[in-house]
């Protein structure tokens, strides 16, 4: 569990950043982009963003500014740690043809660079957690995952400023940082406790210029947690629905919510959970060597369930109800728990608002 | 020892093994065998499979598709695979034949119960190829004959002309203690045998019904049709073993595509107790 190491002034918050690039470390940190906030490779303090808030709803995501000096005060942007782990698009392998027609395989060795990540939440962490679960802990682990999150560093931010879209109280899965992280921040307008999590997040510490953190100060830090929990507007009607959907696997509400979905496969690339991938050959022109990828792929498109002689889900009712289904009651049957941690991005990122808590609400509710 | 030498056992689960057709046979119009070895001796040594299983096939600059293994686990070194040319990839497999390379990778998935339902009468449904994952079951009851009681071999097919291994359904009917029913849903010249779907083949189908193991593939809608009429016929659902279809790309549990409900079909299928499908079954889409 976390280990409480110190207090960092807000002066010193550059320091930190240096530190997590010690030794050539890639270092990860929020920054505006195109209007949101996104992961990505973060050289100095001042492109954190500063003094911004983020204004979600269904089908919205804004970012406002605010008066106030912090540059973690804001909920969650599109992405989640998923690209940085489970790739959007890789090679797996390349085959070669020789001239007798000899095929060789070989295994994409693509090297992966120690990288840290400022500025986690804990729903992405339990988000990481699930994705483990499944690349690792199957039969067979997965080789680019493993390099990739062995490489991570990751500090974690408790979430002081949820958005409207966030559930992750009620998935149990924030918006404090339990488990998972190296380090983890507590942000107040002065500055930052830092706890530990890891033996080398306790280390990383050790290179950090922390003073003492006060009492009165930890404990207005945890209030500002719990008071971002309290405030959640929304939440799913339980943390396992598997009995209840399952019992309405013809409900009217899925033809209902198909009328509206675009089957546009937006909530399964911003979902920090989803996994699902199709292979693809990328062949050379001259024919000799050909390279076999893995791309993210999304159950809402038609292909994802295409066999020889028909398509298992011909219809959005369908897809929309196996992304549901599978998201809320089937992954407690493979991974023993929901496969949703709250972070509310397939709420904001869905161009028609469809709110995943309010058709899980409405399925629920009634007795058919 | 299996397994025991890394240098010769690729890395990544993704990783294909080189493998040589030794045989093509066509089997009817559009469907075809191919006999594979692995070109690795020390790949070909350790590669063990059981009758149910599955390999993924590849092919250079098109891709893979995953094709189950039709021939005997005992001998693991020449691996058979039937083959419906319906896509892109088994078109081209099509136009292969002996010494032309191509990727495998597998054994993968849970095969047939052969071991756990020794002892009692074997009954086999299928429907269009769903015949050539059962081939294998089928091939491995008779050289095991004695392991068994009776077998019945229920196969229907959509026309009459579709019906592959004629010749051997012939040649199985014959045998002691085994019954082969076979029905079209549309019969041609000189189809001696059922016309319309094959669950009406059951009431004349002899075996067990309390003591049988029934194993079907095909089309769902007629595995669902089969699985109620067995039910009706007093088979509990215990004793039926389905082998079940869906997208599969990696094989490996990974990439998602063949969830039918919870179970990976690559994983804890392809045959599946029913049992541990038939919700998923009774609602389509899953």
Known sequence: MARLEGFLARSLLHELIAALGAGGRRVIGPQV???????????????????????????????????????????????????LVFSPRERLWTSERAEDGALRFRESAESVEPTA??????????????????????????????????????????????????????TGDGPRAEAGFDV????????????????????????????????????????????????QQRSLPGQDLRTPL??????????????????????TAVCPTCFCHAEVELPDIDGRSSDHYRQWDSCFTEGHSRLSGFVVRPDTRTRYRQWLVHKLATWHDQYGRSGCVGCGRCVTWCPVGIDITEEAHALCADRT | MRGSDMSSQPVS??????????ERVEESPGVFTLSLRLTDPQRRENYAFQPGQFNMLGLHGLGEVPISIVSDPRRPDLIDHTVREVGRVTRAMAALGPGDRIGLRGPYGRGWPLQEV??????????????????????????????????????????SADLIWRDRYQEWAGLADTQ???????????????????????????????????????PEPMMRAAGQALEEQGVGEESLWLSMERNMQCALGHCGHCQLGAPFVCREGPVFPYAEIRTYLEHRGF
């Open chain 2, 180 to 218: 082969v029913l076979l029905a079209a849903d549309v019969g041609g010249p000189e189809w001696a045998w059922g016309i319309g779907p094959v669950t009406t083949l059951l009431g004349q189908a002899q075996f067990d019904r309390a003591a049988a193991a029934v194993m079907m593939c095909g």
């Open chain 1, 117 to 170: 990540v400022l500025g986690v939440r804990a729903c992405d962490l339990a988000a990481l957690a699930l994705q483990d679960q499944h690349f690792l802990e199957g039969t067979f682990p997965d080789p680019s995952y493993r390099a990739r999150r062995e490489s991570l560093f990751l500090v974690a931010v408790h979430c002081t400023h949820p958005a409207d879209t966030c559930f992750c109280a009620s």
């Open chain 1, 33 to 83: 982009r195109d209007g949101a906030v996104v992961y990505e490779p973060l050289e100095s303090e001042a492109q954190l963003p500063h003094g911004l808030h983020d204004v979600q709803a269904p089908g919205r995501y804004r970012l406002e500014q605010a008066d106030t000096p912090r540059c973690f005060a804001w909920a969650d942007g599109p992405q989640a740690l998923k690209p």
């Open chain 1, 246 to 267: 399952m019992q309405r696997l013809e409900h009217p509400r899925w033809a209902e919510v198909a009328e509206r979905c675009l089957s546009c496969g937006n909530c």
């Open chain 1, 184 to 231: 983890a921040l507590h942000e107040l307008d002065g500055g930052f406790i830092v706890s530990s999590g890891s033996p080398a997040g306790h280390a990383f510490c050790g290179m950090l210029p922390l003073s003492e953190a006060s009492a009165d100060l930890c404990v207005s830090a945890e209030a500002e947690v719990d008071q971002a929990a309290a405030g």
């Open chain 2, 118 to 159: 020794r002892g009692r009468d074997v009954v086999l449904i299928t429907g269009g190829l769903g015949c050539a994952p059962v081939v294998s079951v089928i091939h491995y009851v008779l050289r095991r004959r004695d392991d068994y009681r009776r077998l019945v071999i229920l196969q229907g097919v959509k026309h």
């Open chain 2, 13 to 22: 689960p993704y990783l294909p093994s080189e493998a040589e057709i030794v």
